[in-house]
Nanobody, 123 residues
């Protein structure tokens, strides 16, 4: 069973930056479409960004466009989320998802989730 492990979360001030990472327990991340999701207390889990296997196609949620960047290094078996100009409303638990697929251009999450990493944006 492949597991994903997120890291890099923490406390950051508004306007600051943070970089999240997600690695797989086996060297298999390179064959998965991948995505980052987040869930704030009382809210549903929402898609932040997704990226295809080769890394050439990415999509972003409207609330993070122009501020966040999803990327991957298949040789390092790692997915990243660079978060810039963060806002208090970015506070959430961030999850990576793997083995999803695309339907009409939309990312459909697979069943493989990490345990999440907490990001708190506060002064």
């Amino acid at each position: 069973q492949v597991e994903f492990v997120e890291s890099g979360g923490g406390l950051v001030q508004p306007g600051g930056s943070l970089k999240l990472s997600c690695t797989a327990s086996a060297n298999i991340l390179r064959v998965f479409n991948m995505a980052w999701y987040r869930q704030a207390p009382g809210n549903e889990r929402e898609l932040v960004a997704d990226i295809n296997v080769g890394g050439g196609i990415t999509h972003y949620g409207d609330s993070v466009k122009g501020r966040f960047t999803i990327s991957r290094d298949n040789a390092k078996n790692t997915l990243y989320l660079q978060m810039n100009h963060v806002k208090p409303e970015d506070t959430a638990v961030y999850y990576c998802n793997g083995d999803g697929w695309y339907q009409s251009g939309d990312y459909i999450p697979g069943e493989r989730w990490g345990q999440g990493t907490q990001v708190t944006v506060s002064s």
